[in-house]
C-alpha cells in the first residue's frame, strides 16, 4: 500500500520531491541542542507537553486551555474525528486522504465537495462538521479568508476545521491563531515540522476554544509528544527563524520550474500559491514514471489518488536549482522514451 504521506522509501536519494518540507534547513544548532538532552529520554515526557504547551500559547497570544499537542497534526485529525464519531462531514477536495479515513473509522457520514460547491453543500448536506486545509494540500491553492469568514459566521453550528500545516509557504494572508475569539466554531490545526524540516519527529497542534479543546483533549492519548519532540519544538519556537529559510525566492523558482516542465510538452502543471504543486500527465501513468525516476535515485508523489478525476497526477515540491534541474532532465528523458 503506498503511504499517503508520498516520503514512502527510507533508501538513498538525489532529490526527494515527494515530501512538502522546507529543503534548505540548517539544522546543526537544533541536532547539537538535543543531542544534550537525550539523557532525558530516560524518563517519560510530560503527560500533556505542558512546557512545549506553554511556549505555543505565548507565541500565538493565547492561553495554554485555547490549544492542544499532538505526535504530528495527523493525530489530532484522527483526535477530532473520533470527538465528534458518528457527525455528517463535508470534506473539500481534492485533499490529504487522511481526512476521509480518520471519518470513515469514526462513523462519520461523508460528503466529498469541490471547494467552489462548498456553500451549495452545506444546504443541501447539512452537515456538523467542514474539513479544508491551507494552504491546500496538494495543489498549494489558498483559499480566500474573507470567503471563509463569510462561512463561518452564516454557519455558526457548523464546526469548521481549517488545516494551517502549511501556513509558511505562502505569501498570501491566512487566519491567525486569535481568529478563535471571533469565531467559536473554528479548529485550526498547525505542524511545526514542515517549515524546520524535523517530520521525524512528529510535533503537530490544535487551537481552538476551550470548550472544543476540552472535548478533544478527553480522546488524547498521554504521553502522546516524546521527549525529544517537546524540547525541539520549545527550542525552534524561542529562536529567531534561520536566515536560510527565503519564500519569494522559493516562490520565484518554483515559478521557473513549472514553465520549464510544462514545456516538456506531455506535462500540464496546475496554479499554485506555494512552493509544491500538481502536475497532469498528458501520457503514460504516473506510478510508472515514479519508478522510473527512482531508479534514478529521485522520488515523487503519486497523486493520483488524491483527485476525484481520473487523471493521471504527480506531486512535486521545488528544490534547489540544480535539483529541479536534474528532475526536469529525467522527465525529457522520460518523454521520449514514451514517444518511440
Given at each position: 500500500m503506498t503511504n499517503q504521506h508520498g516520503d514512502d522509501y527510507q533508501g538513498t536519494l538525489n532529490a526527494n520531491f515527494s515530501s512538502n518540507i522546507w529543503y534548505g534547513a540548517d539544522n546543526t544548532k537544533l541536532y547539537h541542542h538535543l543531542s544534550r538532552l537525550l539523557i532525558k529520554t530516560t524518563r517519560y515526557p510530560e503527560m500533556e507537553a505542558e512546557s512545549l504547551k506553554a511556549v505555543l500559547a505565548e507565541t500565538c497570544k493565547l492561553k495554554s486551555d485555547q490549544l492542544s499537542t499532538g505526535n504530528g497534526s495527523i493525530e489530532i485529525i484522527y483526535r477530532i474525528a473520533q470527538a465528534y464519531r458518528g457527525r455528517k462531514s463535508i470534506i473539500v477536495t481534492p485533499s490529504f486522504s487522511e481526512y476521509s479515513k480518520a471519518c470513515?473509522?469514526?462513523?462519520?457520514?461523508?460528503?466529498?465537495?469541490?471547494?467552489?460547491?462548498?456553500?451549495?453543500?452545506?444546504?443541501?448536506?447539512?452537515?456538523?462538521?467542514?474539513?479544508?486545509?491551507?494552504?491546500?494540500?496538494?495543489?498549494?491553492?489558498?483559499?480566500?479568508?474573507?470567503?471563509?469568514?463569510?462561512?463561518?459566521?452564516?454557519?455558526?453550528?457548523?464546526?469548521?476545521?481549517?488545516?494551517?500545516?502549511?501556513?509558511?509557504?505562502?505569501?498570501?494572508?491566512?487566519?491567525?491563531?486569535?481568529?478563535?475569539?471571533?469565531?467559536?466554531?473554528?479548529?485550526?490545526?498547525?505542524?511545526?515540522?514542515k517549515r524546520y524540516t524535523i517530520p521525524g519527529l512528529r510535533i503537530g497542534y490544535v487551537i481552538a476554544s476551550e470548550t472544543i479543546i476540552r472535548q478533544l483533549d478527553r480522546y488524547k492519548i498521554p504521553w502522546s509528544v516524546n521527549t525529544m519532540a517537546i524540547e525541539a519544538g520549545k527550542y525552534i519556537l524561542t529562536r529567531k527563524k534561520d536566515n536560510l529559510f527565503n519564500l519569494k525566492a522559493w516562490l520565484n523558482e518554483t515559478i521557473r520550474f513549472q514553465q520549464e516542465i510544462n514545456r516538456i510538452g506531455i506535462f500540464e502543471t496546475v496554479s499554485t500559491q506555494t512552493p509544491f504543486f500538481l502536475v497532469k500527465l498528458l501520457k503514460g501513468k504516473a506510478a510508472d514514471l515514479k519508478d522510473f525516476l527512482l531508479k534514478e535515485g529521485i522520488l515523487i508523489r503519486d497523486a493520483t489518488n488524491f483527485h476525484d478525476h481520473e487523471a493521471e497526477m504527480i506531486r512535486l515540491n521545488t528544490l534547489s536549482i540544480d535539483q529541479n534541474n536534474l528532475l526536469i532532465d529525467k522527465l525529457k528523458t522520460w518523454a521520449q522514451h514514451l514517444s518511440i
Open positions: 470513515t473509522v469514526n462513523g462519520h457520514e461523508i460528503k466529498l465537495c469541490h471547494r467552489e460547491d462548498l456553500l451549495i453543500e452545506i444546504e443541501r448536506f447539512k452537515p456538523d462538521l467542514v474539513w479544508l486545509c491551507n494552504p491546500n494540500n496538494p495543489d498549494g491553492y489558498c483559499f480566500d479568508i474573507h470567503e471563509l469568514q463569510v462561512a463561518f459566521y452564516t454557519y455558526p453550528l457548523i464546526t469548521f476545521i481549517v488545516d494551517q500545516s502549511f501556513i509558511d509557504f505562502t505569501l498570501k494572508e491566512t487566519l491567525t491563531a486569535t481568529s478563535i475569539h471571533e469565531f467559536p466554531n473554528l479548529i485550526l490545526l498547525y505542524s511545526l515540522t
